[in-house]
């Protein structure tokens, strides 16, 4: 009998329910924890879309404008001239520390009832992505990575999209 059943008396790990999807964020860990975590990164990159990151950006600035709580101005986007776009729409933005936990704890307050569906699911992806990063990176003390990326949009895995799959 697992530890589930027997806390619920129903018998063995047979009779608890597989979970249905990806975990839900944010999940394991208390919110300052995770914010002091991204605020302790020297740098890191963030690769999107440009027009992911323009919302981002933008939803970040709101965030602290709007906010009843005093918070510091920590969220400082890198400059245009910091920002390298390709030729694909792809942005490579350098977010340090205090931007990065800025960013992270927009993700959080996004999960509110009073924000919109759209802002409750990018808030939820952006959110799991920088925590999944965050997680597997070395505790290493130091410089840092100066390669971490945390990657925000998803990939075609497809060569032709409109292949069909098999």
Known sequence: MGI??????????????????????????????????????????VRCHTTTWDYLQEEAKAHHKKSIRTRPKAFRPPTDDEI?????????????????????????????????ELERGVGQRVGRAISEALENRAAARGQGDPSAVIWLDDQIAADNPTAAQP
């Not at 063995?12 to 329910?17: D, E, I, K, M, W």
């Not at 792809?90 to 009073?114: H, K, M, N, R």
């Open 4 to 45: 589930l059943g027997k806390r619920r008396g129903t018998g063995g790990t047979g009779n608890v329910p597989a979970q249905v999807g990806p975990a839900q964020w944010p999940a394991r860990h208390t919110r300052i924890d995770e914010v002091a975590k991204a605020a302790g990164i020297g740098v890191l990159r």
């Open 84 to 116: 390298v776009t390709g030729a694909d729409g792809i942005v490579t933005v350098p977010l340090g520390g205090s931007s990065l936990a800025a960013l992270y704890d927009w993700c959080f307050e996004a999960q509110s009832i009073l924000n919109t």
